[in-house]
T-cell receptor
Framework: DTAVSQTPKYLVTQMGNDKSIKCEQN?????MYWYKQDSKKFLKIMFS???????INETVPNRFSPKSPDKAHLNLHINSLELGDSAVYFC?????????????FGPGTRLTVL | SQKIEQNSEALNIQEGKTATLTCNYT??????LQWYRQDPGRGPVFLLL???NEKEKRKERLKVTFDTTLKQSLFHITASQPADSATYLC???????????WGLGTSLAVNP
């Protein structure tokens, strides 16, 4: 029944490794997002896809690569992890044009880079 | 530069009182502003949206106002309860209407 799900919930890894976070939404929404929330709790958008097309690509190192195999999934792959990548990563979705315009968030993935 | 500011200090109030949280912004002309609640270890949850042509919106014990002249939104929780304790985030739509810009949030603690 979970609307927006992410895996894994926790990810602890060494510097220099490559890792992926997966996101799925069962709301039928056409737009999905990746956000990074740092230790100061600032929520910053990273990427957005609409119907599998990249529409927002903020100033994010190119070690981060999003992939949307279909409109229900948006994965995030991170190469050569650095200490500064430690944060909570949230996936979100919304339906463009819907009256509410609200975004639905997943539970977050806490990434710790050692 | 474009900024969104929320009360940085935590707000502590007594149960039953009204909590008022502030969101100020500069250099934006947002089409709408949203308020979300975030509990520790969880993602934000949408509460209310108010459009630029609306002065006030209510939902149960929640009320949001939007003053585009002052560039400010106020978020009120009336008859507050300990279960209302959380961080409240405001976000406004900017940049060709494609992304939300978020405030840092205000932590609210309602004491029994």
């Amino acid at each position: 029944d979970t609307a927006v799900s992410q895996t894994p919930k926790y990810l602890v890894t060494q510097m220099g490794n490559d890792k992926s976070i997966k996101c799925e939404q069962n709301l039928g929404h056409d737009t999905m997002y990746w956000y990074k929330q740092d230790s100061k709790k600032f929520l910053k958008i990273m990427f957005s896809y609409n119907n599998k097309e990249l529409i927002i690509n903020e100033t994010v190192p190119n070690r981060f690569s999003p992939k949307s195999p279909d409109k229900a999934h948006l994965n995030l792959h991170i190469n050569s992890l650095e200490l500064g990548d430690s944060a909570v990563y949230f996936c979100a979705s919304r339906q463009v044009g819907a009256g509410g315009n609200e975004q639905f968030f997943g539970p977050g993935t806490r990434l710790t880079v050692l | 530069s474009q900024k969104i500011e929320q009360n940085s200090e935590a707000l502590n109030i007594q149960e039953g009182k009204t909590a008022t949280l502030t969101c100020n912004y500069t250099n934006y002309s947002p089409a709408y502003l949203q308020w979300y609640r975030q509990d520790p270890g969880r993602g934000p949850v949408f509460l209310l949206l108010i459009r630029e042509n609306e002065k006030e919106k209510r939902k149960e014990r929640l009320k949001v106002t939007f003053d585009t002249t002052l560039k400010q939104s106020l978020f009120h929780i009336t008859a507050s309860q300990p279960a209302d304790s959380a961080t409240y985030l405001c976000a406004l739509l900017a940049g060709n209407n494609r992304k939300l810009i978020w405030g840092l949030g205000t932590s609210l603690a309602v004491n029994p």
